[in-house]
């Protein structure tokens, strides 16, 4: 039987603001000749259609169960088994999911990049690195009010009464404590370049492992 090289997995985790895309695109641009993708989290809220709009403001988005975790570890044991799958769309300004999906081919690297995926268990066990961005409260509330205010037309009394309300409280019940759980420890997010150095480099050593790899079973 052909051999058939399994995707690796590396979960890129910490608060909201923290740095995580910055670190995940990173990654990417120094590995400019290898089969990568990034999956990211947030495209893997509950589907919320049946709720109203007032609903749907009351959810906490930043607790484990606004997420459906069943079909993201479904999806990306998919793509372990080098299968395609239709990744949901979810958008911001109606709160729930789009009517489109993203047809996602299987790839050699998967940067899975979210705050809570070393929550799960069954999450954990998929990755073959963990790395949590490590960054300051106050830096990290400055990027997420720049962000809201700019690509999710959200005002910034809003944006402050939800870090308050549960952004700042579930990052110190479930976030922060799923640093034990990583291998890697970012301080500084995407500013570390060392640290996105040394990463990259053992991405590449897997990689270079991976070559004679054995069947997916």
Do not use: C, W
Request: aromatic share 6%; charged share 30%; proline share 4%.
């Amino acid at each position: 039987m052909e051999k058939v090289k399994k995707p690796i997995i590396i979960g890129v985790t910490g608060g909201s603001g923290s740095g995580k895309t910055t670190v995940s695109r990173s990654i990417l641009d120094r590995l400019p000749n290898t089969s990568i993708m990034i999956l990211q989290q947030d495209s893997y809220y509950k589907d919320q259609a049946h709720k109203t709009m007032e609903e749907r403001r009351e959810v906490n988005y930043d607790h484990p169960l606004a997420f459906d975790t069943d079909l993201l570890v479904e999806q990306l044991n998919d793509l372990l088994h080098r299968k395609s799958i239709k990744q949901p769309v979810y958008d911001y300004k109606i709160l729930t999911r789009s009517n489109e999906v993203i047809e996602q081919e299987p790839k050699d690297v998967i940067i899975l990049e979210g705050i809570l995926i070393l929550d799960d268990e069954r999450l954990r066990n998929l990755m073959d690195i963990k790395v949590f961005v490590d960054t300051d409260d106050d830096i990290r509330i400055i990027r997420r009010i720049q962000r809201d205010t700019k690509e999710r037309a959200r005002d910034l009394d809003s944006i402050i009464s939800q870090y308050l309300a549960t952004v700042k409280p579930m990052y110190h019940q479930f976030i922060e404590p799923s640093k034990r759980y990583a291998d890697i420890i970012v301080p500084e997010g995407g500013r570390n370049q060392v640290a996105i150095d040394l990463l990259s480099t053992k991405v590449k050593s897997i990689l270079k492992n991976h070559e004679n790899n054995t069947n997916i079973d």
